[in-house]
């Protein structure tokens, strides 16, 4: 790989929606009061469920493992408060399906301050033992992906990784979860990133941060000392910078080929918030049982940035902003770009939640749909060089088979496609249609 350069330019494609980030960006996290009760899913992260361990009726105490590791893709989940199990079973996830999870009853008497965990001696620990270790604390990528961290960390024989690449792009509209995270615990964020290039024997850690941002530059800018291998570039606003293909792209100029991972470019990327979780359990013995969530949008009567147990409802959330104000059409997890209704506001805050955002009928309400007119914003704007507009007509034709023949399985649903298409085509939500039925068929035997 040649050489890091400062890399001024960016990735190809992409588009330049507006940054939304006014409402929240200069209020500090604040940590909402604990509430009766709290639900974990089982499936949290990508890869295998993790296994309950716990009965009904136990009492478990904050911090508690509950659910262990089903399997090396996946990861352990442990009680975000002290309390008692009250259900194990099925309940209804954000998205509308049932899930299994844990239902977790607060108790009113406890404190609820976590037990003084203890410091992991991280530096005389293996690689193997700090993977595990990092699968002990149920870490996993906090920027939505929820993809287990210590996958990542697991790189194989013959290769080898040189650069850390800390993700604080977020360049979703409206979020700034990780916005403020850099500006409150960069000596955190700092130490999680030193833990992680040492334990990856990578020589120099690199922060990319889009320059919307400027106090969290200039914040972790006063904690990066001379000498230290840690590099700060300030990156261009653009969509979807956060994607890992993009920001490595952008910062060394490097191309991770479709069906290849950053570790085949020598580069290992983890967002700000997953390395403050690794900094928490490494440096204080805590495992990941909070994320901050960016509570958004002209719906929400006072917008924030909280401290949230995992498990906690959406609707407490809502309440301790203030509530939705009346003209709220739609609540949404994520950012507007990647973001998924909420079909139940009784759906429980996650690993991944970085987001809760409400919209009025300004956000919501559908442009009138015209038919395609070839004019190729849609191509142009895909950062990953797919067509879109071909992928959305064959979907509509039903044809799903062939739309395996046009990489539809590339696509990353970052919706710039939709956000580009004058024609008001609601392309993202056609190649989802695809890649559902293709994803179930594979999964259903004949
Ligand atoms: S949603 Fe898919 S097709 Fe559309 S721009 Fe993003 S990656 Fe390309
Ligand atoms: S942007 Fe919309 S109108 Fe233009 S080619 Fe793509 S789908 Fe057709």
Known sequence: MNPLRLFHKSFDHGVHPAHLKEQTCDLPMQRVPFVKEYLMPLGQNLGAPSKSIVQIGQRVRKGELIAEAAAFVSTTLHS????????????????????????????????????????????????????QEVQNAGIVGMGGAAFPTHVKFAIPEGKKIRYLLINGAECEPYLTNDHRLMIERPEDLLMGAEIVRQKLGAEETVIGVEKNKPEAIAALRQHIKPGDP???????????????????????????????????????????????????????????????????????????????????????????????????????????????????????????????????AAETSRRKEYPCISCGRCVEACPYFLNPARLARL?????????????????VECGCCTFACPSAIPIVQLIRTGKDDLRTRKETPA
Not at 101 to 111: G, L, R, V
Not at 288 to 299: A, F, K, M, Q, Y
Not at 395 to 411: G, H, I, K, P, Q
Request: hydrophobic fraction near 40%; proline fraction near 8%; aromatic fraction near 8%.
């Open 80 to 131: 975000p408060v002290t309390g008692t199990i009250k259900e194990i079973g099925d309940f209804r996830n954000f998205d509308g399906n049932f899930v299994p999870a844990i239902k977790i009853e607060a108790d009113i008497y406890a404190t609820q301050q976590s037990d003084a965990g203890n410091p992991i001696e991280w530096q005389s620990l293996s690689i193997d033992e700090f993977i």
């Open 230 to 360: 840690v590099r700060l570039v300030p990156l261009h606003v653009k969509y979807p910078q956060g994607a890992e293909k993009m920001i490595i792209k952008t910062i060394f100029n490097r191309e991770v080929p479709a069906g290849q991972l950053p570790r085949d470019v020598e580069v290992n990327v983890n967002n700000v918030s997953t390395v403050v979780a690794i900094a928490d359990y490494f440096e204080r013995g805590r495992p990941l049982i909070e994320r901050i969530v960016t509570v958004s949008g002209p719906g929400i009567t006072y917008p924030a940035n909280l401290i949230v147990p995992l498990g906690t409802p959406v609707r407490e959330l809502l309440r301790f902003c203030g509530g939705l104000t009346d003209a709220t059409q739609e609540v949404i997890m994520g950012g507007p770009m990647m973001g998924r209704p909420i079909a139940t506001l009784d759906s429980p805050i996650t690993k991944g939640s970085s987001g809760i955002l409400a919209f009025t």
């Open 395 to 411: 979907s509509r034709a039903r044809l799903f088979d062939e739309m395996v023949n046009y990489n539809v399985m590339d696509c």
